[in-house]
């Protein structure tokens, strides 16, 4: 079975213009053409497509995806490769998790700093005017 690119994005819910830029960059494969010259998919492709968004959704960068499309899974190499890379993601996830929950510190200390009803400077927007004014590294 055929799919066209609408089909592809319905069915996966990735929006026209990325599928085109994943066929671009070479992580999905390149569309056959009809004789009207519109891009036809298979199935392969469209498993594809829903591995590379599932991937994305989990943080996984093109560079990485991309690595992990290449692998076919049925050699150790190929396992331990794609064990590295999901190793990798996680700790990419854990750093990303650790500076969200100081940007989250900050804020809720910043939001305690006024009450809203006081008069002259607002004291939340000279706090995050003025990165002194922080309590310890939130980058």
């Not at 010259?37 to 591995?51: E, K, M, S, V």
Request: hydrophobic letters at 35%.
């Amino acid at each position: 079975m055929a799919f066209s690119i609408g089909a592809m994005s319905k069915a996966t819910g990735v929006k026209v213009p990325t599928i085109r830029y994943y066929e671009e960059i070479g992580i999905l494969p390149e569309a056959q053409r009809n004789a009207g010259n519109q891009r036809r998919y298979d199935q392969a492709a469209l498993d594809t497509l829903g591995f590379i968004k599932h991937a994305r959704e989990l943080g996984f960068s093109l560079e990485s995806i991309k690595e992990l499309i290449g692998l076919d899974g049925w050699l150790d190499e190929d396992c331990a490769l794609a064990n590295e890379i999901a190793k990798r993601q996680l700790i990419e996830v854990r750093g990303r998790i650790s500076r969200l929950e100081k940007i989250a510190k900050e804020l809720e200390r910043i939001s305690t700093l006024c009450d809203g009803a006081h008069g002259g400077q607002c004291r939340v927007l000279t706090a995050l005017g003025d990165h002194s004014q922080c309590d310890g590294d939130h980058k």
